[in-house]
DNA sequence: TTGAAAGCGCTAACAA
DNA sequence: TTGTTAGCGCTTTCAA
């Protein structure tokens, strides 16, 4: 039943060798003659030897995991930047242990301990909504272990980051949409306590400006979940000045607001166009389809991990603090006139 | 810079103790004295001593890690059923590594390479669309791991599972849409040697006969993804007896379904009624909004990781391979009459 | 070309 | 109440 595990020695043993040598001749080591060689993997390919990584993790000091802490897997962009991660750290030969901070600060503080209990050599991150203060991520950074942020970048912490040129993307956005004749054009955004929301919103004031059309902070808003869509949509189109576009924080908002701006009697585009943000499989769902901006988002991914793994192996070249840029793309469908 | 790592041993050299003495402190064993624990708690306290995990996993021989094996991350019911998996395991005081198998069978089987290495205690999986031989799944249950397959379960394995009652869900969908008046329903299934596709087309066909509805062949299509949708469903829509309802493998192909059949001309849900399955986020912002079967994926999760983790710590009680069937529920929406 | 020995950080049986 | 010792499975220096 309970077979004896094999292990180098119980090899060394069978094949009246020492440890050290069976060690050796698994590894190609050039010293070890062709013949031992050829003697230990036969034997060890018939008795399927499986080296002990927790040993040699032990003994090398180098566990070749890393942690991702994402703040809400059900969701096209995160779930996408997760495959990204995993195609990039599998080509690498590192384990992934995955942590799910649920949006919750309390749940992300517990991630880190477990990342870093799990000595992983280096972690990924994306904030939650909720996290204000830092001293987990401090941490990380205190204990010497690699830190890449994603997309939501913890801007209290000086270290390695990836995202996307929410600005450019919001801009662009927004410009086409002046462009198509849109002139009161709202905004529904996230907390602006949250780069990637109060960069977007640069992005939408500054191409307002170009076009000079007034920025109207009455069409602002923070409002990024279903819930809310539902609350302040309606509310928006109740007034004197309806807008006559919504730029929306990400695709979701922009459905929901498809569904109600539908409901209320307009059309789209003809009486308000919208755009969304990350290009999710939604948008193409949707009636219209939704016409939105690309965050590439498996590029992320891939761009977060290479880097990091870079670090970890001390491979990067440029210097100091490095700052990746994902370049977006509007994608136009027939959310928009 | 480089500070030397706070160990068992540096802290007894220290504190003038043995290691064991150490150990037993921090771990409140009974023997120690309070004043010899204080010491050593003070002291681990201040110089933020972390136990070494891989020791104490080498030492002990359980890792605490399970393996998660996904077919396609980027997917609201897997990714669903990760975040039920993550919840579970966290309580559990269990690390997750995460491997992806992209629907690719060459990676599944390098997924299961990767877990084995990483000499996880468990493995939760659901298998790729294109795996056809499991020997690879074998190796896991020959290997002594516990193993629950997840959905899509392997038939060729003996373990534990997790699945949905996918007849009973079909079933209930096709009667419903019999009782609002539908005769002629086409089914839009996936390759039928998966066991959830070809159940449901059971609780389908069986919905049928209690119905008294001759069962037509010409009615049921492999149908999974969306470049399938928009060439299986024109052609269907361009034959003498088109379908008055679609029941649907999944959200996204109702979802293309619905956009297929609109811009065909057809009235939904007056001339055609269209059914998904799953209830993801999408089936509420179509136009009309879908009908679907709730597949509970968070549920799934948790529950397959409950009782991985009861095998794995042997607190399972049930005798012999357990089978947990989780409740679908209809979900009705405007795409149904 | 191979072996002996030490040690990674921890635990636990046994001894004191 | 505390210490000694051995060892988990592996690597690696040093010696032979």
New binding site residues.
């Given amino acids: 039943m309970d077979k004896r595990?094999i292990?180098?020695?119980s090899i060394a043993k069978a094949l009246?060798?020492?440890?050290?040598?069976v060690?050796?001749a698994?590894?190609d080591h050039?010293?070890?003659?062709a013949?031992?060689k050829a003697l230990v993997r036969e034997y060890a390919e018939k008795y399927k030897y499986k080296?002990?990584t927790l040993?040699?993790r032990?003994?090398?000091?180098r566990n070749n995991t890393i942690g991702v802490i994402v703040p809400e897997v059900v969701h096209f962009f995160f779930s996408t930047v997760l495959a990204g991660i995993q195609e990039e750290t599998e080509k690498g030969n590192y384990n992934i242990i995955f942590c799910h901070s649920n949006e919750d600060y309390e749940r992300e503080v517990k991630s880190v301990e477990t990342l870093l209990d799990a000595r992983v050599c280096g972690i990924l991150a994306s904030q939650s909504k909720t996290t204000a203060s830092f001293e987990h991520f401090q941490e990380i950074v205190d204990s010497n272990i690699a830190l890449v942020f994603f997309d939501r970048i913890c801007t209290g912490i000086n270290t390695d980051k990836v995202v996307v040129d929410d600005y450019a993307g919001a801009f662009k956005a927004v410009d086409y949409l002046v462009q198509t004749g849109c002139r009161q054009i709202a905004f529904l955004g996230m907390n602006p306590s949250l780069p990637i929301s109060n960069n977007r919103r640069m992005g939408y004031e500054d191409a307002l400006r170009k076009n000079k059309i007034p920025v109207d902070k009455d069409f602002m808003k923070v409002c990024d979940v279903a819930e809310m869509v539902h609350k302040v949509v309606p509310e928006i189109l109740k007034r004197d000045k309806i807008p006559d576009a919504f730029f929306c924080i990400n695709d979701e908002v922009a459905a929901y607001c498809v569904q109600i701006v539908k409901a209320s009697g307009y059309r789209i585009p003809e009486d308000i166009s919208i755009c969304g943000f990350t290009n999710s499989y939604i948008t193409e769902v949707t009636d219209p389809t939704l016409t939105t901006v690309d965050q590439h988002g498996f590029e992320m991914g891939k761009q977060a991990a290479r880097l990091l793994i870079n670090r970890i192996e001390g491979t990067e070249t440029k210097p100091g603090i490095v700052s990746k840029v994902i370049k977006t793309e509007l994608v136009v469908r027939d959310s928009t006139r």
Same sequence: chains 1, 2.
Avoid: E
């Fill in positions: 595990q292990t180098l020695k009246n060798l020492s440890p050290s040598t060690s050796r698994m590894k050039p010293a070890i003659s013949k031992t080296p002990n040993a040699i032990l003994r090398t000091n």
